[in-house]
């Protein structure tokens, strides 16, 4: 007689509760003395959080609303009900922010053994202040948007005044460009292809020489940030661009969402701040762990680079092609200038940025299948989303994070619970691999644009690779 089929979604096998009561014997402090059940239940959400943000774990299909763009031709599928979850879903909140500057603050407290912030109120030891932790946590997410280029935002800006057009001048808080269009007076766009001075000045001399419309763009960084377009513009317009924002500015008593950080890679901003801290030329000193701190940092660098969101697309249950912007400016250049009507491929740029080769405001039935947020648990009768061999690995890896306040010789024997977590998602890993021939082409288009026109090098990292960080 057939098995019948589960009555609910999902992993039902442990409990936040149970988990949390296995890891205080682990410590050996059922009573919770040391470590508060608050402070257990976060080690165990950055398990869940760091498990995702290594092997993709946890995919699901949403809807997506044609008609929430704010960004021209893109959809920002982070945005608030761009995407809608399936109805098996276990949480409402695919790929929105959620972490907050004082939920940050929180677990740096705890994990330093300070009384955890009031606001903006330092409540802790002489030892550190107000002042020091917020500008360490701010320093560490401004360098994460920076160095990550994980968020991208969407600028329609005048291009100017007075022709020719030679440049245009950014808010400072642009502070990277990774696409341009041109929009002349009728509103028709027109792709515009990355380049340097020195190019344009050894290769393209004529760039210099007003026209049209430029068919070039140059970033410049320095000073101020600005474009400038190659060959100069004619004729008045404006431009588009999608650009790496500096990111969010913190401090106050209200909580702040780390809008551009994602939900499952903040945990590498924290521990960038705790390297600040320790770090610091003080009593508070301690080298050994900031820089264990910078490692895990420089870790999830690395992995939200890599990370790509978007895994499918579908219209009216049809495939849709998957293309990064490069190859769709390069093979259908018509692509921008929209016309309404059913896609045959879907755009992706960075992480969770995506636009159609056609208007598809008028049409519904676009969904897509996306590398979610980790539905973490909320309450104590919620289940963890893993099965029960990975359960272990999790636990490892909370009692490793939760031993750092311990410091010395005891936090450093628990580093090989850490590399069993890591090692564990390598293997995983290489099991999706063994059942997914293709796998590696399901993050092709998201990750083509940063090969093609280059941001900063990435390096070929796989979650295996970095068992041995944190020795």
């Keep these: 007689m057939p098995t019948p089929a589960p009555s609910s979604p999902g992993y039902q096998q442990a409990t936040l509760a149970a988990a949390r009561t ?87 407290c705890l994990m330093l053994i300070e009384t955890p912030m009031s606001g903006d109120t330092w409540e802790g030891t002489s030892q550190f202040n107000a002042t020091q932790v917020y500008s360490a946590l701010q320093n560490r997410i401004w360098r994460f ?21 030679t440049n245009s001048r950014l808010y400072t808080y642009v502070t990277d460009v990774r696409r341009a269009n041109w929009i002349d007076y009728t509103g028709t766009r027109q792709i515009l292809y990355r380049e340097d001075s020195w190019t344009m000045r050894s290769f393209q001399r004529t760039a210099f020489q007003p026209s049209p419309y430029p068919s070039y763009y140059s970033f410049d960084p320095t000073l101020q940030p600005s474009i400038t377009w190659y060959p100069p513009s004619q004729n008045v317009g404006s431009f588009e661009i999608l650009y790496v924002p500096q990111g969010p500015s913190i401090g106050g008593a209200s909580p702040i969402t780390l809008t551009g950080c994602p939900d499952d890679y903040c ?104 590398v979610r ?41 628990t580093i090989r619970m850490y590399s069993n977590f890591v090692t564990k998602a390598g293997q995983y890993n290489e099991k999706i691999r063994q059942y997914s021939f293709y796998k590696d082409a399901l993050r092709q288009a998201g990750v083509t644009s940063l090969g093609e026109i280059p941001r900063l090098e990435i390096p070929e990292l796989s979650p295996a690779s970095m068992a041995g960080m944190g020795q």
């Design 22 to 108: 296995n890891l205080a014997i682990r410590l050996g402090d059922s009573n919770n003395v040391y470590w508060s059940s608050s402070e257990l239940n976060t080690y165990i959400v950055e398990g869940l959080r760091l498990w995702q943000a290594l092997t993709y774990w946890y995919r699901e299909t949403g809807l997506l609303n044609t008609s929430a763009s704010e960004m021209g031709p893109y959809y920002d599928l982070s945005g608030s009900g761009v995407l809608t979850p399936g109805p098996y879903s276990l949480g409402s909140n695919l790929l929105q922010y959620n972490v907050t500057d004082q939920q940050l603050l929180t677990e740096m």
């Design 145 to 165: 948007m920076g160095d990550t280029g994980v968020y991208l935002q969407y600028m329609n800006q005048s291009a100017g005044v007075g022709v020719p057009i």
């Design 267 to 370: 945990w590498a901003i924290k521990y960038g701040a705790l390297a600040e801290l320790l770090g610091q030329d003080a009593e508070v000193r301690d080298p050994d762990r900031a820089a264990y701190c910078e490692q895990r940092y420089q870790m999830g660098v690395e992995l939200a680079k890599l990370s790509i969101a978007v895994q499918g697309a579908y219209y009216q249950g049809s495939p849709l092609f998957l293309i990064s912007t490069f190859e769709a400016d390069h093979h259908l250049r018509g692509w921008v200038n929209q016309t309404p009507g059913a896609p045959n491929y879907g755009i992706v740029e960075g992480r969770c940025t995506i636009a159609f080769d056609t208007d598809v405001t008028p049409v519904s039935g676009i969904t897509l299948d996306v």
């Design 373 to 413: 947020n980790f539905p973490v648990p909320s309450t104590d009768g919620a289940y963890l989303q893993v099965p029960t061999d990975v359960l272990d690995a999790i636990l490892d890896y909370a009692q490793h994070t939760a031993s750092f306040k311990m410091g010395g010789y005891e936090f450093g024997a």
